[in-house]
């Protein structure tokens, strides 16, 4: 490799991993003091025990050194001995030089964490490092879990996901290897490629299919065709849906989220016909068999991506951000119900727990946005309307929403007393997502796709028919307000004109072509995420943080009521409308 490859990529607020200025891919691994100390000393340990080990750092330390990137995920692979025994006599030697020492952690074998192989692990001069031994692996035709035998370092290199992560940086001879002789290669020109071929290796651990994905996404590189055509096959989606446990799938949507290009993680899914397998949709009534509504959640998730970049910085924390992803993600779902225990749940929240096993907290957080982005799309309707009266005009066309933004209270200057009492109950039943429900409840105009569970998709005989009713505007669709008053925008220019970034072809051409349709700019959109200012009104300075004037003890005694109850409660509420329609 002689000519370092520059890397654009985009940062999101969660994006950890990389930032919006260009990473270069170099030829060698540069130390840090930490750890050329580090290496010295493990092969001080050789050298005194007479170990003969050779040993290699390995997979994504070497990867991200290589790209320039700090990384303290420091894996190494012993070639004679294994990881246990080798941290002992690492403690033997800090001990003979009067140095600290740490207990040896065993990881046993776990194989739905993806481990695979027993892993020590040591903290030597402040840095932690997992101690493996080499290894090949085998894998029976019915599972994910491998039988492992000492190995060369040729079958070790091959036996990994992918060659971007199969490199090796030899510690003795501090030299980087390349044993499958395409991994500095794709690193150089980003491609994500499998070591062997990709329909043996995704069927001996249909994982490596969304681990692939996930990369790609993470580095902005691009899928080998190779890849792409056996990741899309049904042999391929029957194992991933078949052996792997829905933990781990969760765990890579999670890191497909937290990626620095959600959305072309999700596009990717959508494109190999793996959507349905990572979002299985269980049995909903509401949603045709057989039909991939991968299309209009990825066009719901591409709208809240151009929707987010213009909100000011800060305005979300990367948790917030998470959350708001998935929400926007399964947004075109969020009318589906199924049954469960004799009762009906949202098939969103459903998706969330159940198939990505992610936290009930995050379940309940999807489907309480999900409602609040009716709630808040109709007062956003009725806050233009406001506006519009305060301008004495009811034309939204002469509103400039940016400047005519009203303050809390009654008459020409003020938001009505309606729409201040209940943005304010919705900011506090939210409570720490409220911030999220704006945009989401902005871009409900835009994806149609919200009208998932409506009863005509029924009737449509044509998948395509069908999709394309959910996420498609023609010239004369209007969008309704809170006020039940249609106004139309088919004049307004759309957010987001492009299509999705091209990442490998669909081999159907309607879907693809239902991903760039149904988008049209939000009017209330500027009026609605300025609505969030704690200095404009009710929503952040009272609806979340204020506490009652008067508390139930207070009450009581006020009113001479003996008990509490559902009496207590009515003059409760009563209190807090009041304070929300009073602000300050």
Not at 242 to 247: A, L
Not at 444 to 466: H, P, S
Not at 566 to 571: C, E, N, T
Request: hydrophobic content about 40%; some cysteine; proline content about 5%.
């Amino acid at each position: 490799v002689s000519t370092p490859r520059t890397i654009n990529v985009s940062a999101t607020p969660c994006e950890n991993n990389f930032h919006d200025q260009a990473k270069m891919v170099h030829t060698r691994v540069v130390l840090t003091e930490e750890e050329q100390e580090l290496f010295e000393l493990l092969l001080g340990t050789i050298t005194h025990f007479q170990l003969g080990t050779t040993m290699r750092a390995a997979g994504g330390w070497v990867r991200d050194k290589l790209l320039g990137k700090y990384s303290d995920d420091i894996d190494i692979a012993l070639d004679n001995m294994l990881g246990k025994d080798f941290a002992e006599k690492v403690n033997e030697y800090l001990k003979l030089k009067g140095e600290e020492t740490h207990s040896v952690g065993v990881i046993q074998t776990n194989p739905e964490q993806s481990k695979h192989l027993e892993t020590a692990r040591i903290r030597v001069r402040g840095l932690w490092i997992d101690l493996v031994n080499l290894r090949s692996e085998t894998y029976a035709a019915d599972s994910r879990i491998p039988e492992m035998t000492f190995g060369t370092p040729d079958q070790d290199a091959y036996r990994r996901d992918l060659t971007i992560n199969s490199l090796f940086y030899n510690i003795n001879a501090a030299t980087v290897e390349d044993f499958t002789e395409k991994g500095l290669a794709d690193l150089q020109v980003g491609t994500i490629r499998t070591p062997l071929a990709p329909h043996d290796t995704f069927l001996d651990d249909p994982l490596r299919v969304l681990r692939a994905v996930r990369f790609a996404a993470r580095f902005g590189f691009e899928l080998d065709p190779e890849l792409v055509a056996s990741a899309g096959s049904e042999e391929v989606r029957g194992a991933l849906r078949d052996k792997i446990s829905r933990e781990r799938v969760g765990a890579e949507v999670e890191g497909m989220l937290k990626s620095a290009d959600p959305l072309r993680a999700m596009t990717q899914l959508h494109r190999l016909h793996l959507f349905p397998v990572v979002f299985p949709s269980a049995k909903c009534a509401e949603l045709p068999s057989g039909l991939d509504y991968g299309a209009p959640c990825v066009g719901s998730l591409k709208i809240m991506t151009e929707t987010t970049a213009m909100l000011p910085p800060g305005f979300l924390s990367c948790e917030e951000y998470r959350i708001l992803l998935l929400a926007s993600l399964l947004l075109p779902l969020r009318k589906c119900t199924i049954p469960v225990k004799k009762k009906q749940v949202p098939l969103a929240s459903h998706i969330v727990r159940e198939a990505l096993k992610m936290r009930t907290k995050d379940a309940e957080g999807v489907a309480a946005l999900h409602a609040a982005a009716d709630k808040l799309a109709a007062l956003a309707g009725d806050l233009h309307l406001a506006a519009a009266c305060s301008s004495s005009s009811m034309s939204s066309t002469s509103v400039d929403l940016t400047t005519t933004l009203p303050h809390a209270g009654n008459g020409e200057k003020g938001f009505p007393t309606e729409i201040c009492i209940h943005l304010g109950l919705e900011i506090r039943h939210l409570k720490e997502i409220w911030r999220c429900a704006l945009p989401l409840a902005a871009i409900l105009q835009q994806v149609v796709a919200g009208n998932v569970g409506d009863q005509e998709i029924k009737q449509q005989q044509q998948q395509v028919e069908v999709m394309m009713e959910w996420v498609h505007f023609s010239g004369s669709s209007s969008s309704s307000s809170g006020t039940g008053r249609n106004e139309d925008h088919s004049g307004t220019a759309p957010l987001v004109s492009e299509e999705l970034p091209e990442v490998e072809r669909s081999t159907s051409a309607e879907a693809d072509h239902t991903l760039a349709s149904g988008v049209r700019a939000n009017p209330y959109l500027p009026y609605s995420l300025r609505a969030s200012d704690a200095t404009a009104g009710p929503p952040s300075a009272v609806g979340k943080e204020m506490k009652p004037l008067l508390d139930g003890k207070a009450i009581m005694a006020e009113l001479q009521m003996k008990g509490g109850g559902p009496v207590l409660g009515k003059v409760m509420g009563a209190l807090l409308e009041w304070q929300l329609a009073h602000p300050g």
